[in-house]
Nanobody, 119 residues
């Protein structure tokens, strides 16, 4: 069982930065690939970024590539999403999720943290 708790969301002006954190419980955090997703009002949840269990491989949605960076610290059971050059269209609830091993299916989800970017 893995429990995920996101933090770091808030209100920021366009062009600004935020860093989201996702703290995981359990001793097997390093066995999971981790992902960030987001859901804007009235829209479906969409993929943002993913990092492999080792941290060596990362993947990004085209909409955030070059602006967002995903990273992890397995010693702290935490995954991060550094968001720079934020745009109003980045406004959404951001969720972290855990996928065991190399699976594409995410087994565990956090409750989400709100990010609002004002123009």
């Amino acid at each position: 069982q893995v429990q995920l708790v996101e933090s770091g969301g808030g209100l920021v002006q366009a062009g600004g930065s935020l860093r989201l954190s996702c703290a995981a419980s359990g001793r097997t955090f390093s066995s999971y690939a981790m992902g960030w997703f987001r859901q804007a009002p009235g829209k479906e949840r969409e993929f943002v970024a993913r990092i492999s269990w080792s941290g060596r491989s990362t993947y990004y949605a085209d909409s955030v590539k070059g602006r967002f960076t995903i990273s992890r610290d397995n010693a702290k059971n935490t995954v991060y999403l550094q968001m720079n050059s934020l745009k109003p269209e980045d406004t959404a609830v951001y969720f972290c999720a855990a996928a065991f091993g190399g699976s594409e299916s995410y087994n565990y989800w956090g409750q989400g943290t709100q990010v609002t970017v004002s123009s």
